[in-house]
């Protein structure tokens, strides 16, 4: 999903975002049909109400000088009306148009998010948490000039172009033949170096995404950076950062100034060649000198819209690398799909059964035809070294990933398996739970921390899951944690975390080391806690206590279980797998 994958990459060396990113967004507006049309009627209005009280006041000054003949109360009537018009249409197409494009923007916000949850771990893994943020804000953001600024006026532009044309090309065709030449140019001119506009658009959005994420990164790591004396290094690298982020932005403003006096050129060319076509005609006869200034801001005005609307297209084609980078997050695909035909889990315990899983990250496997049964009720304790494939395990049985090969199930007591890819994911989520290694945390109060993962958990369930997890030893319930936790120590965070997963009462709970961070007094009162619940549990964990607590161990190796038994059983072999893993892994 980043720039550099998802777009091809010029000559110049540059991140080109592909034509029609822009395009492929505007579907979102479906969903606003009425705000549209209305936003479109109010351009059109407001447009063709700047031409008519232009063309009139301009036959009024023409009558005047011409025929010495003051404005009738009707013609006077009617330049007020039209300056009301005017007044109140700018107004409500400026309203309609930021109205509509915020609404879009909000949609397509939720729709980004979206595709990150439905991508995630595994696109979102690669991915600096600053540059997600720039995509989910910034770069949804920047496309509030699209919505709100090009679609609406460029078809009131086209209208209201027509529309003049036409009555031109009926009172005096030189005068269209001035104006077409200078709009067709008008026109193509932002088509003519899209490329380069796509370019230099890129530039800016891949440099405000590097430096909101090195910012961000810069925030959480500023006890670290305080504590080694390397918060001057990361301040330059910041300033680097920033002064990135100002030429590229001044390369598109160069460039802006450029266009916008070529398009100033253009437009005086035009006002040169309409006021000479009007004058040739005046002098042969052919246009009434009361009519000459009006035909001549008739063909100016209805060029102006044009000239607008190839500002505002100009500007747009540079936003086509936010456009790329939005709609390549809408349209992620989903790593673990939704079934066609939801199966329901069986009811009661459930046990967990790997058959002939093999997965890999897209360099070699990370797991080589696994086999491992959990019985319902159950711990089984996962041992191996570090890169064996445990996280993945766990990953696999929360259905963060598919396997790319074999299966994973779950298993009723009556012994009814349910392959993963069959269940609705509401469904998984309430029957297994996964603590992983990071627990995060959220800024708000530890009852609202604890209530992520079950929302609807009145008061007394939440208050009895505290106090089984130690949470309520942390603080009160009521007390704010802080940015990212930032109040609470590791292990109290592990408590968190798992009180947090034990509130949806899951039938299956999978722990990867998250009880690395306690104490062994702590470890044990957990574990007791967690035995009287009967459900199945399996433990990623290197503590011998631990480990030796499981009914069952399993050890993994090179993507494989090469043992399976008791503690006792598995410690008292010659050369145990088990034995050896523990001492590799000892502190």
């Known amino acids: 999903m980043s720039p550099a994958t998802d777009t091809p990459t010029g000559t110049a060396g540059e991140s080109v975002p592909e034509r029609g990113s822009l395009r492929a967004l505007l579907p979102v507006l479906a969903g606003h049909r009425a705000m ?17 009280l232009v063309t009139l006041a301009a036959h009024t000054v023409g009558t005047a000088v011409v025929e010495s003949t003051a404005p009738s109360f009707g013609t006077v009537g009617a330049l007020a009306a039209l300056v009301l018009v005017r007044a109140l249409t700018t107004w409500r197409e ?7 494009a915020y609404r879009v923007l909000a949609a397509l916000r939720v729709r980004v998010f979206d595709g990150l949850a439905r991508s995630a771990p595994a696109r979102v893994a690669g991915r600096r948490s600053g540059d997600l943020a720039a995509t989910a804000m910034a770069d949804v953001e920047a496309l509030e000039f699209f919505y709100a600024h090009t679609t609406a006026q460029l078809l009131a532009a086209g209208a209201v172009f027509t529309g003049g044309a036409t009555v031109l090309a009926a009172v005096e065709p030189w005068l269209l033949a001035a104006v077409l030449p200078v709009a067709a140019l008008l026109a193509a001119a932002p088509f003519a170096d899209a490329r380069g506009r796509a370019v230099r658009g890129a530039r800016t959005r891949t440099a405000v995404a590097a430096l909101s994420a090195d910012t961000v990164e810069t925030v959480d790591g500023l006890r670290e950076l305080l504590a080694f004396g390397t918060l001057a290094g990361r301040r330059d690298r910041l300033a680097r950062r920033g002064r990135d982020v100002g030429q590229a932005q001044r390369a598109e403003a160069t460039w802006e100034a450029l266009t916008a006096g070529v398009r100033d050129l253009l437009i005086v ?54 456009a790329a980078r939005v709609g390549a997050a809408v349209r992620a695909p989903a790593l673990a799909p939704p079934p066609a035909v939801p199966r329901p889990l069986p ?15 897209g360099g070699g496997p990370v797991l080589d035809g696994v086999e491992l049964t959990v019985p319902a009720g159950q711990t089984l304790a996962l041992v191996g070294a570090s890169g064996a494939g445990k996280s993945t395990c766990a990953h696999l049985i929360a259905r963060f990933w598919d396997p790319s090969d074999g299966t994973v199930r779950l298993v009723g007591a009556d012994g009814q398996a349910v392959d993963l890819r069959d269940v609705d994911d509401a469904e998984l989520r309430r029957a297994v739970a996964l603590v992983g290694q990071e627990a995060p945390l959220f800024h708000g109060t530890l009852a609202e921390n604890l209530r992520l993962a079950a ?15 130690g949470v309520d030893r942390i603080a009160a319930l009521s007390t704010l944690l802080g940015e990212r936790g930032s109040t609470v120590s590791g292990g109290q965070r592990a408590r ?5 997963a ?6 299956v709970l999978v722990l990867d080391e998250s009880t690395a961070h306690l104490d062994n007094a702590s470890d044990a009162r957990l574990a007791a806690a967690l035995h009287q619940e009967g459900r199945t549990t399996i433990v990623i964990a290197h503590r011998r206590a631990t480990v030796r607590r499981a009914d069952r161990i399993a050890v993994l190796e090179a993507g494989r279980i ?26």
Do not use: K
């Open 496 to 500: 968190i975390a798992l009180a947090r």
């Open 269 to 322: 060319s035009a006002v040169l060649g309409v006021v000479t076509a009007a004058a040739q005609a005046t002098a042969s006869g052919r246009l009434h000198g009361a009519w000459a200034p009006a035909a001549t801001a008739l063909a100016l005005a209805v060029l102006g819209p044009v000239a607008e609307s190839a500002r505002s297209l100009s500007q747009a084609v540079a936003l086509r690398a936010a």
């Open 562 to 587: 090469v043992e399976e038994g008791t503690w006792e059983e598995l410690t008292g072999r010659p050369g145990s797998a088990l034995n050896r893993s523990l001492a590799e892994t000892a502190p």
């Open 347 to 361: 009811p009661g315990p459930l046990g967990v059964r790997l058959h002939r899983v093999g997965f890999d990250y």
């Open 36 to 52: 549209t049309l209305r936003t479109c009627a109010a351009a059109l209005l407001e447009q063709g109400s700047l031409v008519a």
């Open 502 to 507: 034990l509130l949806v009462r899951p039938r």
């Open 455 to 469: 929302p609807e958990a009145d008061d007394e369930l939440l208050t009895e899951t505290a106090r089984r997890c």
């Open 94 to 100: 400026m309203d309609l148009s930021h109205d509509l």
